[in-house]
């Protein structure tokens, strides 16, 4: 069985400030790990993806992530905020590149302060 | 443009009655999802699809159906066994091997 956890429902910073979103996971075989973000009322867009290649992997947007195996985390990076950053991000994990479905965290809210 | 096509994007459903959601892709995508999405609760996978004719049961299965007679083509049923059909449902496609997940724009139904 899988699973993710993102650490924090609500994480607010100033702009200009670094990003941190925090997912941690679960998997019995090596996982696939994906960040989306949602904005309101709106499907989920893809960040990044990260599929056994490069550790540090960079996304739209200025974002990035770092696989860390021995941590069992996948923490989403992005040196400075923007407004426009104000989202829900989901951190999902997939055995067999999500060909039975992702399992997604519950989300963490971003908000971004003026 | 490609894309995943969901609609109606706002829907209302009587008690005791069925409500079917449309879901159109045309990335010629093989696998087709059906997500359902709560407050705080993040997305639970309902029902997928690998190939024509064929699909699985997701986590949260009970009280909705699903067929695939065309590869562009995976509605959803939410029927009046479930109970609790208040929520955002997203469905989403994907090529196969390493490639992503794409998601629709969702439709969020409500109970009258």
């Known amino acids: 069985a899988q699973s993710v956890t993102q650490l924090g429902s609500h994480v607010s910073v100033s702009e200009g400030a670094l990003v941190l979103l925090r997912c941690n996971y679960s998997?019995?075989?090596?996982?696939?790990l994906f960040w989306y973000v949602q904005y309101p009322n709106q499907g989920l867009q893809l960040l990044l993806k990260y599929t056994s290649a490069a550790t540090l992997v960079k996304g739209i947007n200025g974002f990035e992530a770092e696989f860390k195996k021995s941590e069992t985390s996948f923490h989403l990076t992005k040196p400075s905020a923007h407004m426009s950053d104000a989202a829900e991000y989901f951190c999902?994990?997939?055995?067999?590149?999500?060909?039975?479905?992702?399992?997604f965290g519950k989300g963490t809210h971003l908000i971004i302060q003026p | 443009d490609g894309g995943i096509t969901q609609s109606p994007k706002y829907l209302f459903r009587k008690e005791g009655q069925n409500v079917t959601l449309s879901c159109e892709q045309n990335?010629?995508?093989?696998?087709m999802y059906w997500y359902r999405q709560d407050p705080g609760q993040g997305l639970r996978l309902i029902y997928y699809?690998?190939?024509?004719?064929?699909?699985q049961k997701g986590d949260i299965a009970e009280g909705y159906s699903v067929s695939r007679e065309k590869k562009e083509s995976f509605p959803l049923t939410v029927t009046s066994a479930q109970k609790n059909p208040t929520a955002f449902y997203l469905c989403?496609?994907?090529?196969?091997?390493?490639?992503?997940?794409?998601f629709g724009d969702g439709t969020r139904l409500s109970i009258l």
């Open positions: 999902a994990v997939s055995s067999g590149g999500g060909a039975d479905g992702l399992t």
């Open positions: 989403a496609s994907r090529l196969g091997g390493e490639q992503p997940q794409h």
């Open positions: 998997s019995s075989v090596p996982p696939y």
């Open positions: 990335l010629n995508h093989d696998a």
């Open positions: 699809s690998q190939i024509v004719n064929d699909f």
